[in-house]
């Protein structure tokens, strides 16, 4: 453990701890505990979910990065870049000087490294990559300068650029073991030129993770004269510890999923309060398109017609919340104006149920199994719902305690993936790519996002489409197209855009939220 948690006298907040233990009454000194998930493993290039931006936002840095509120993409590492008339190459000149935590420099090379990693691992940030991008057509054109030379047109090139974290490669390569890129040596290490490094020595997978100040970051500190000097990750499964550290001072803030229930309590308290921001982040229950019952359209539209949508905005989530009948944010260009979607109505449940009968559709009468987060109150709920719901038109669910990590590990093959499961779609970088282009796109198969393993050749068609032509203008009614196919076809259960709400110290200052991130960087925050 740092220096900086034992002079606090901080407990371990173990993931999946069942009380609080020996939390100090009240949070002091320089180090601040922050309650956010954490991902699976460390490596950026590994894993790519919401837990991971913790990571990514602190210990690493990109060319360019999304900040402020609405999301601008702005220079980072790279100062600038240029474009080919035909979208095709894309020159970036670095900042000079830049070093990583181990003080060696960041070059053009490490870019190089970086995206060849990226490209060669195939996992998680790949997807938008490997489309159109091979390892050979990213190079240093100078010591502070790359090139990218796409093999055919990608509309959201830039806009995913933000998601590659560059890494230290004179860090990794010692650690590589039969052309595996490193990736055991990253998952429990760091190699990043952000504003925090990783303290290896307090990693503990899924359950805590410290983090100490880059003096030497690129940005430098002028803009925050009392930076966060410590990090402490502190994970807790259960809602009522997590709720009870904060107020107890014990914890500068929660995750980004707080009940609704608690936001008045909170708010009552001397100690923290409630940051309510909104965010294009989409909540959506999975069906297994290519499993028995959901193979027949017509269960998929029972199952849509039996989820109560504004009964849980607003009986659960208190309003804190917007209904999105879409598998895309509403708010964003791209989506069409005039899909209505599913509304919850049982009798037509039950029209839909017996036509699928009638169809001779498969295994209704076994239990259907809905994987929800155990550690996210809200998925639980919203399964406990829909449970009682189904059940009245005659559809047994067991809701089956899951974690995220385990989750997303097993949406690799359609053998492993559960029946149902629900999580939430986030904004990593901004078009519609993020999601209805990763979610509904047959090619993205075996990866989290694609998970129903849905597929429909228009779509598909509408949306490779949609990604090679440059003109937003022009991608905008592909993408309205294929959502309005998307929605007839009703793979998977679209119920809101969230509204975020966040628990926080009252100490903590200068907090800066982004819809990319979810407001967890670290750089402009004191204490």
């Known amino acids: 453990m740092s ?53 990514m936002f602190n210990v690493y840095d990109n060319l360019y990065r999304y900040e402020n509120d609405p999301p601008q993409i702005v220079p980072w590492l790279a100062k600038s870049h240029t474009v080919s008339a035909d979208g095709l190459t894309w020159d970036f000149e670095l900042r000079p000087g830049i070093k990583f935590h181990d003080g060696s420099a960041l070059t053009a090379d490490d870019v190089v490294y970086s995206f060849h990693r990226v490209l060669g691992l195939k996992l998680a940030p790949a997807g938008a990559f490997l489309p159109i991008l091979k390892p050979e057509n990213v190079t240093a054109t100078g010591p502070l300068t790359v090139r990218f030379v796409l093999s055919k047109p990608y509309a959201p090139f830039f806009a995913a650029i933000p998601i590659i974290s560059i890494v230290n490669q004179r860090a990794i390569k010692p650690h590589e073991k039969d052309g595996d890129w490193g990736k055991s040596w990253l998952a429990s290490n760091g190699a990043g030129s952000g504003a925090y490094k990783v303290v290896p020595a307090t990693y503990r997978p899924l ?82 398109n290519q499993r028995a019952p959901f193979d027949n359209i017509n269960v998929r539209k029972a199952f849509a017609c039996a ?143 694609a998970s129903s393993w849905y597929e429909n050749p228009k779509v598909d068609a509408l949306l490779r489409k949609a990604r090679a032509t440059l003109a937003q203008e022009e991608r905008a009614p592909l993408y309205e197209e294929a959502i309005r196919l998307i929605v007839a076809d009703c793979p998977d259960i679209f119920v809101y855009n969230s509204m975020q709400l966040q628990g926080i110290n009252n100490r903590v200052k200068g907090r800066r939220f982004c819809t990319v991130g979810q407001g967890c960087e670290m750089r402009w925050i004191s204490i």
């Open 207 to 288: 359950e805590s993770l410290d983090l100490d100040i880059h003096d030497a970051h690129f940005m430098g500190w002028d803009d925050n004269k009392n930076p966060v000097r410590k990090v402490a990750v502190r994970p807790t499964a259960e809602t009522s510890t997590r709720i009870l550290a904060l107020l107890n001072g014990s914890l500068d803030w929660t995750d980004t999923n707080l009940p609704a229930d608690q936001v008045d309590k909170i708010n009552a308290s001397k100690v923290a309060h409630v940051e309510k921001n909104t965010v294009m982040r989409t909540f959506i229950v999975r069906m297994h």
């Open 3 to 55: 220096a900086g948690i034992t002079r606090r006298g901080l407990a371990a907040l173990s993931a999946g701890a069942l009380a609080l233990r020996a939390l100090p009454a009240r949070a002091v000194g320089d180090t601040f505990v922050s309650g956010w998930g954490l991902p699976a493993n460390l490596d950026p290039h590994q894993v790519f979910d919401v837990p991971m931006q913790t990571v």
């Open 307 to 449: 989820f109560n949508y504004m009964g849980f905005i607003n009986d659960i989530l208190g309003g804190y919340a917007t209904r999105d009948p879409l598998p895309m944010p509403d708010n964003l260009w791209g989506a069409p104006k005039d899909v209505k979607g599913y509304s919850y109505d049982l009798a037509k449940a039950k029209e839909y149920l017996a036509k699928a009968q009638a169809e001779g559709a498969q295994q209704l009468k076994r239990p259907i199994e809905l994987h929800v987060q155990s550690e996210n109150d809200q998925s639980v709920q919203a399964a406990q719902m829909f449970q009682s719901d189904l059940a009245e038109i005659g559809i047994n669910l067991k809701v089956v305690p899951d974690t995220w990590a385990n989750m997303t590990a097993n949406m690799s093959t359609p053998q492993n993936t559960p029946d149902m499961w629900v999580h939430w779609v986030s904004t990593y970088f901004v078009d519609p790519e993020n999601w209805v282009g990763q979610m509904y796109d047959s090619q993205f198969h075996g990866t989290w996002k």
